[in-house]
């Protein structure tokens, strides 16, 4: 028989199933129940059919209220719900023509009073306690009078906390609801409603940490159905809302058949395909009676008749024969079989491990024939469509997959046959099979300046779909198989990480790994070149004496031969090498290690072609070094016959090679002082090699411009007075003086040159010099240097200045310049000051230290545009003092005696008192001085510290205390 509609989409894929299965092994035949199975068979109780209820407005006692809903999905309701508080009057005569027109009544019995829903004039406790048990009669009595059985859902939803007799509300236990609907149960059966069909219905559990209902449930003898309300209220809801609420009625109520009381799908455009899910669901349930759909506008408007696109898929669904209206619950079902419980998989989907299967659960007749289920095993490319499938030949409980499914999902479908037509139902999509891989070969590690370059192994271990590489126990994202190379960044130079790497099984659901193989690794910067030095048929090269942080020896190659080496090797020598045969060498910093094999840099390299002694070039003359501040400027000598470039090392490690066209070359980045050793060669380059000849070799130091010097011309002589602080690292002074070169030490403090030529220009240069080359310097800075320009007009020598002490100071008061004198030139114990113009009358000398004697010099300087002349220095000492404290004064008749203080300034040699016209110097041990003849007079007193000498006198002397007296 065909099958059509819904029902052939419900029987999933039947027609092409049917094809896929052909030659399938056919299971052993299966009786069919005309009831669901756990209930037997009773017209009311456990019916042939499924019930298919409504619940709409105007229930029980409008006879025409099920009229839209009918033409709506074409079933007249065999059951009809509606609500009834604790205060309502059984209508008897309304449920008597529900009952003769073939429906089931179903009265919700709600104990609250629906006007007043937040109230509780019904509690449970009083419930149990009888409190109402006059009323329960008197509605019994109607029920009992009812020619018909009548269903009585009391108090559903009881798990909820949105009413009165909920969970937790009121303070309400399971206990009191258990309590409350067996009194109720008890005092309407005694009361004679034996015809009473009893519903317990708990609400779906579908919140995010669903409740147990067992402790509400009041047990077999107080319930003929347990059923559940359950509302498509998101368009995200499926069948599967109903999996965890019938699984506890499995364990609460096996034996007691399931009626979902309350059910419906919100309004929107998913609703037809969810009506069809949700219907196909509901008769998937093993034990299912009946359901009844909530037609009325609540939360949602939930009226199918509203809605004809939802209700033609309603209609569709219900044309199943499992399905039964009013009349009709009871008729024989004969019909192909429905999938109740899909076949399932057991076991774990790798290769070599046994995967078990079943063959679902079935909702056949005995009317529709017997019952046959063939299974078979497929292998398929997709998880989600059965389309991608593909059958194998095996069709037996028990499957074993091999390496060929490595990646493959298995799927078993199980076709029901009986003599109505055919079904398949598929299992679930195990995961994709997988298998351990072998451990794989170690990679090649090459360290790089920050990151490391992985090369995985060339060969892949079987079943393997992707590497898994770990860094410090951290793994990447695996990598396919087909990757060759994988760089690891943003890595630390000299830092030694552990690196593992595993072989991985891996699909959309699931991987498996194999055993790792570990290493560690380094990150590095690229190596200097070595300095590879070829004479005939032999090479020598010296690897760098600076290797990348982190390194722990050297690989070299030259050709075929490979040396490890240590960081601080000496030169390897390699001979017999082909003439004319470009050779070419590798040099690789080694790091880590995987497996007994180190990790290596990056490679430097080159190609150079052997060649005779006679074809390189000769040694080059020393080249001139010039010292900067942190750099040497190498300024290149002619290039040898035969040399293309030069070859330049700095303490062994050669620079990048030079072509001889250019005239110079900065090392930079260097450390003032510090002596380097330089090395420079001839170098032949080609297209393919490169031989370097002999080389020189000295030192330099780098070094900041020195200071210039103090030049002092007298007639045809200058006295050059060479800087006190000498450039670190220097060894000597390079002087030139017109044509004149001296190489001085460099703790020469003057240096004189003779017999120059008056009114002629004057070049001098002064160069700071460090190391040595072929007896020469080494390096010389760049020259501090000027002119000038000897000149017969000599300044006199000046008289003494006046030198006044002060308080940590020293006043010098200029004499009249001599005849040509432009400046004066002041010196402090041998230092020069700033020439001072003469038309200034004093100098201050400050920052000195009282009591100390200074060595002080004066001389008149002739100065021109392009020259200065120094005449002949007047010398003498001098002291800074504080002003001394003033004498006592005891004027006697015409005598006055004059006491002189105790204490004297520090460095003071002598007193110079001055009384009237008369002074006198006094030795410091003074104590006092008389003088006469004053008498009528007004009389002035002075009185000096003296100290130092110049030219005979005081060098010397302090500011005057003074004052005057009457003789």
């Known amino acids: 028989m065909a099958i059509t509609g819904t029902w052939a989409r419900l029987a999933v894929l039947a027609t092409a199933a049917a094809v896929l299965l052909s030659g399938g092994a056919l299971l052993p035949a299966v009786s069919a129940q005309a009831a669901p199975p756990g209930c037997t068979h009773d017209a009311v109780v456990c019916p042939s059919r499924v019930y298919v209820g409504a619940s709409v407005p105007g229930l029980p006692s409008d006879p025409n209220a099920t009229a839209a809903f009918t033409a709506a999905t074409g079933v007249d309701p065999s059951v009809v719900l509606f609500f009834a508080g604790l205060n309502y009057q059984v209508d008897r005569e309304a449920l008597q023509r529900l009952v003769d027109d073939d429906r089931l009544p179903m009265m919700t019995w709600e104990p609250y009073d629906s006007t007043q829903p937040t109230a509780n004039p019904y509690p449970l406790s009083r419930i149990a306690a009888g409190d109402?048990?006059?009323?329960?009669?008197?509605?019994?009595?109607?029920?009992?009078?009812?020619?018909?059985?009548?269903?009585?859902?009391?108090?559903?939803?009881?798990?909820?906390?949105?009413?009165?007799?909920?969970?937790?509300?009121?303070?309400?236990?399971?206990?009191?609801?258990?309590?409350?609907?067996?009194?109720?149960?008890?005092?309407?059966?005694?009361?004679?409603?034996?015809?009473?069909?009893?519903?317990?219905?708990?609400?779906?559990?579908?919140?995010?940490?669903?409740?147990?209902v067992g402790p509400y449930y009041p047990g077999d003898a107080y319930v003929d159905w347990a059923g559940f309300d359950a509302y498509f209220d998101d368009t995200n809801d499926t069948a599967r809302l109903f999996a965890a609420t019938v699984g506890q009625?499995?364990?609460?109520?096996?034996?007691?058949?399931?009626?979902?009381?309350?059910?419906?799908?919100?309004?929107?455009?998913?609703?037809?395909?969810?009506?069809?899910?949700?219907?196909?669901?509901?008769?998937?349930?093993?034990?299912?009676?009946?359901?009844?759909?909530?037609?009325?506008?609540?939360?949602?408007?939930?009226?199918?008749?509203?809605?004809?696109?939802?209700?033609?898929?309603?209609?569709?669904?219900?044309?199943?024969?499992?399905?039964?209206?009013?009349?009709?619950?009871?008729?024989?079902?004969?019909?192909?079989?429905?999938?109740?419980?899909?076949?399932?998989?057991?076991?774990?989907?790798?290769?070599?491990?046994?995967?078990?299967?079943?063959?679902?659960?079935?909702?056949?007749?005995?009317?529709?024939?017997?019952l046959t289920l063939a299974r078979r095993w497929y292998r398929c490319t997709d998880p989600v469509s059965p389309s991608s499938?593909?059958?194998?030949?095996?069709?037996?409980?028990?499957?074993?997959?091999?390496?060929?499914?490595?990646?493959?999902?298995?799927?078993?479908?199980?076709?029901?046959?009986?003599?109505?037509?055919?079904?398949?139902?598929?299992?679930?999509?195990?995961?994709?099979?997988?298998?351990?891989?072998?451990?794989?070969?170690?990679?090649?590690?090459?360290?790089?300046?920050?990151?490391?370059?992985?090369?995985?192994?060339?060969?892949?271990?079987?079943?393997?779909?992707?590497?898994?590489?770990?860094?410090?126990?951290?793994?990447?994202?695996?990598?396919?198989?087909?990757?060759?190379?994988?760089?690891?960044t943003g890595l630390s130079n000299g830092t030694s990480y552990d690196l593992s790497l595993a072989a991985v099984s891996a699909s959309s659901t699931g991987a498996?790994?194999?055993?790792?193989?570990?290493?560690?690794?380094?990150?590095?910067?690229?190596?200097?070149n070595p300095s590879v030095s070829v004479t005939g048929t032999t090479v020598t090269v010296q690897v760098p004496r600076t290797a990348p942080t982190g390194a722990t020896g050297w690989r070299l190659t030259v050709g075929t031969a490979i040396r490890d080496l240590p960081l601080d090797a000496r030169p390897e020598v390699f001979t017999g090498l082909p003439p004319g045969v470009a050779t070419p060498w590798t040099l690789r910093a080694l790091a880590g290690g995987w497996n007994g094999q180190p990790g290596t840099s990056q490679a430097a390299s080159g190609i150079f072609t052997p060649v005779t002694s006679e074809q390189l070039p000769a040694s080059p003359v020393v080249p001139f070094v010039e010292a900067r501040d942190g750099a040497l400027r190498v300024v290149f000598p002619p290039a040898p016959a035969r040399a293309t470039h030069w070859q330049l090392t700095v303490d062994g490690v050669a620079k990048?090679?030079?072509?001889?066209?250019?005239?110079?070359?900065?090392?930079?980045?260097?450390?003032?002082?510090?002596?380097?050793?330089?090395?420079?060669?001839?170098?032949?380059?080609?297209?393919?090699?490169?031989?370097?000849?002999?080389?020189?070799?000295?030192?330099?130091?780098?070094?900041?411009?020195?200071?210039?010097?103090?030049?002092?011309?007298?007639?045809?002589?200058?006295?050059?007075?060479?800087?006190?602080?000498?450039?670190?690292?220097?060894?000597?002074?390079?002087?030139?003086?017109?044509?004149?070169?001296?190489?001085?030490?460099?703790?020469?403090?003057?240096?004189?040159?003779?017999?120059?030529?008056?009114?002629?220009?004057?070049?001098?240069?002064?160069?700071?010099?460090?190391?040595?080359?072929?007896?020469?310097?080494?390096?010389?800075?760049?020259?501090?240097?000027?002119?000038?320009?000897?000149?017969?007009?000599?300044?006199?020598q000046p008289a003494a200045p006046l030198v006044e002490a002060r308080d940590g100071a020293l006043r010098v008061v200029f004499p009249s310049p001599p005849a040509d004198a432009t400046h004066w030139r002041l010196t402090v114990d041998g230092v020069a000051r700033q020439l001072v113009g003469i038309d200034r009358a004093d100098y201050w000398l400050t920052g000195m230290t009282n009591g100390r004697s200074y060595s002080l010099s004066l001389a008149a300087v002739h100065m021109s545009s392009s020259a200065s002349t120094t005449g002949p220095a007047t010398t003498g000492t001098a002291v800074p003092m504080p002003a001394p404290y003033a004498p006592w004064i005891s004027v006697r008749s015409s005598t006055a005696t004059v006491q002189l203080p105790r204490v004297a300034p520090t460095g003071a040699t002598a007193w110079r008192l001055t009384v009237g016209g008369v002074t006198r110097d006094l030795p410091i041990g003074t104590v006092m001085s008389e003088f006469t003849s004053l008498s009528g007079q007004v009389v002035s007193w002075e009185l000096r510290a003296v100290a130092g000498i110049w030219a005979g006198g005081p060098g010397s002397t302090t500011p005057a205390v003074s004052g005057t007296f009457t003789g």
């Open 656 to 796: 990048q090679l030079i072509p001889v066209g250019r005239a110079d070359y900065w090392l930079t980045g260097l450390t003032n002082g510090r002596s380097y050793t330089i090395g420079l060669a001839g170098a032949v380059v080609t297209a393919t090699a490169s031989a370097t000849g002999p080389a020189t070799s000295g030192t330099a130091a780098p070094m900041p411009a020195p200071w210039n010097p103090v030049v002092t011309v007298v007639d045809t002589t200058a006295t050059v007075t060479l800087p006190r602080t000498v450039p670190v690292g220097a060894t000597g002074w390079q002087l030139t003086v017109g044509d004149v070169t001296r190489i001085l030490p460099v703790g020469t403090t003057t240096s004189q040159f003779t017999g120059l030529v008056p009114g002629a220009a004057t070049r001098w240069e002064l160069r700071a010099v460090a190391g040595t080359w072929n007896g020469q310097s080494g390096s010389v800075t760049p020259a501090a240097s000027g002119t000038f320009t000897p000149a017969s007009v000599v300044p006199g």
């Open 512 to 528: 498996l790994s194999s055993a790792v193989t570990t290493g560690t690794a380094v990150p590095m910067a690229f190596p200097w």
């Open 132 to 212: 109402f048990d006059a009323y329960l009669r008197q509605q019994a009595s109607r029920i009992a009078a009812v020619d018909g059985p009548v269903a009585i859902r009391f108090a559903h939803e009881m798990n909820g906390n949105w009413y009165p007799w909920g969970a937790g509300v009121n303070g309400n236990t399971p206990a009191d609801y258990v309590a409350a609907y067996r009194h109720v149960h008890d005092v309407v059966t005694g009361a004679g409603a034996t015809n009473a069909v009893w519903v317990w219905a708990p609400n779906v559990v579908d919140w995010p940490t669903p409740g147990d």
């Open 389 to 488: 499938c593909v059958a194998t030949a095996y069709t037996g409980g028990g499957f074993v997959p091999g390496s060929g499914y490595v990646g493959a999902f298995l799927r078993v479908a199980v076709t029901a046959s009986n003599d109505v037509g055919s079904v398949v139902a598929w299992s679930a999509p195990t995961q994709a099979v997988l298998m351990t891989p072998a451990t794989p070969a170690a990679p090649t590690v090459e360290g790089y300046s920050g990151a490391l370059k992985i090369v995985f192994p060339r060969t892949v271990p079987t079943g393997a779909t992707h590497w898994r590489l770990s860094i410090d126990g951290a793994p990447k994202q695996l990598i396919p198989v087909s990757t060759t190379t994988y760089w690891l």
């Open 249 to 370: 009625l499995d364990r609460v109520a096996p034996a007691k058949p399931i009626y979902v009381a309350e059910t419906a799908v919100l309004p929107g455009s998913t609703r037809p395909a969810m009506i069809l899910d949700q219907v196909a669901g509901l008769l998937a349930i093993p034990r299912l009676v009946g359901f009844t759909w909530f037609d009325h506008p609540s939360r949602h408007d939930w009226r199918i008749e509203n809605d004809p696109t939802a209700a033609a898929a309603l209609r569709e669904a219900l044309t199943s024969p499992y399905f039964g209206g009013a009349g009709h619950v009871d008729d024989p079902v004969v019909a192909p079989p429905v999938a109740m419980g899909p076949p399932w998989i057991t076991g774990t989907a790798h290769v070599g491990q046994t995967l078990a299967s079943s063959t679902g659960s079935w909702r056949a007749t005995a009317e529709s024939g017997a």
